[in-house]
């Protein structure tokens, strides 16, 4: 099979279109021919040399994190995606090529009205919204301010506290971005109500987190969707 590898760090002329084994499903796993695959701030900077906590990259280094496809295997054992289920999910280092190996806790079913490209895109920015939520406590009632509302992360953090809380979140994003359907918060000091319980700093689309934010009393802070390896 065909697959996207690096023989040495750099920008993206390092990326190679390599032949490889295709891989074979294992007992409680299921293999996936993708249809489409994300690219994310983390995966440039595994390119240009960081790794991931807890791996060790080598030469050749297959790239990609996030994918969506069609089950086209199943390993002894996987129950819940027959051959033919459309998935997504997320697969480390591995999931820009045409096939990919997964545990089964590793995929959810794709829902039909979802077109592929979102699929492909929606495992990391999904995960990481609701990672930054669980780490706030948001709960029924609470204000949310989140920073760079349009973005990947942004847009699934707005929508599922509107989920959670019942209430629109506090959101910042470009002016070019006006497709977010919530109450913004503009200029570098914004208003910060006496409920605020949470912030998302997220940086894209030029908006960058203020530094050194003060949350009143009751205030949290979730600095999850920075880019890896900067502060």
Same mark, same amino acid.
């Given at each position: 099979?065909?697959?996207?590898?690096?023989?040495?760090?750099?920008?993206?002329?390092?990326?190679?279109?390599?032949?490889?084994?295709?891989?074979?499903?294992?007992?409680?796993?299921?293999?996936?021919?993708?249809?489409?695959?994300?690219?994310?701030?983390?995966?440039?900077?595994?390119?240009?040399?960081?790794?991931?906590?807890?791996?060790?990259?080598?030469?050749?280094?297959?790239?990609?994190?996030?994918?969506? @496809?069609?089950?086209?295997?199943?390993?002894?054992?996987?129950?819940?995606?027959?051959?033919?289920?459309?998935?997504?999910?997320?697969?480390?280092?591995?999931?820009?090529?045409?096939?990919?190996?997964?545990?089964?806790?590793?995929?959810?079913?794709?829902?039909?009205?979802?077109?592929?490209?979102?699929?492909?895109?929606?495992?990391?920015?999904?995960?990481?919204?609701?990672?930054?939520?669980?780490?706030?406590?948001?709960?029924?009632?609470?204000?949310?301010?989140?920073?760079?509302?349009?973005?990947?992360?942004?847009?699934?953090?707005?929508?599922?506290?509107?989920?959670?809380?019942?209430?629109?979140?506090?959101?910042?994003?470009?002016?070019?971005?006006?497709?977010?359907?919530?109450?913004?918060?503009?200029?570098?000091?914004?208003?910060?109500?006496?409920?605020?319980?949470?912030?998302?700093?997220?940086?894209?689309?030029?908006?960058?987190?203020?530094?050194?934010?003060?949350?009143?009393?009751? @205030?949290?802070?979730?600095?999850?969707?920075?880019?890896? @390896?900067?502060?």
């Amino acid at each position: 099979m065909k697959a996207a590898a690096i023989r040495s760090f750099g920008g993206p002329e390092v990326v190679e279109l390599l032949d490889v084994a295709t891989p074979a499903a294992g007992p409680g796993e299921v293999r996936v021919r993708m249809r489409a695959a994300g690219v994310q701030p983390a995966d440039c900077a595994v390119r240009g040399g960081w790794a991931p906590p807890g791996q060790e990259l080598s030469f050749p280094q297959k790239i990609g994190n996030e994918f969506a @496809g069609v089950v086209d295997q199943v390993g002894e054992g996987a129950a819940g995606f027959p051959v033919g289920s459309e998935v997504l999910g997320w697969a480390l280092l591995a999931a820009h090529a045409e096939y990919v190996v997964v545990p089964t806790d590793q995929i959810v079913p794709k829902p039909a009205a979802m077109p592929w490209p979102v699929a492909g895109v929606l495992s990391a920015s999904g995960q990481t919204a609701h990672t930054a939520l669980e780490r706030l406590k948001v709960g029924a009632g609470d204000t949310l301010l989140v920073h760079a509302a349009a973005g990947g992360v942004g847009t699934v953090a707005v929508q599922l506290h509107i989920e959670i809380a019942g209430t629109y979140p506090l959101a910042e994003a470009a002016e070019a971005h006006r497709a977010v359907e919530t109450r913004r918060v503009r200029g570098r000091s914004p208003w910060w109500p006496a409920d605020l319980v949470g912030v998302v700093p997220h940086r894209s689309a030029g908006v960058r987190h203020h530094r050194g934010v003060s949350c009143r009393p009751r @205030g949290r802070r979730s600095g999850r969707g920075s880019r890896p @390896g900067r502060r």
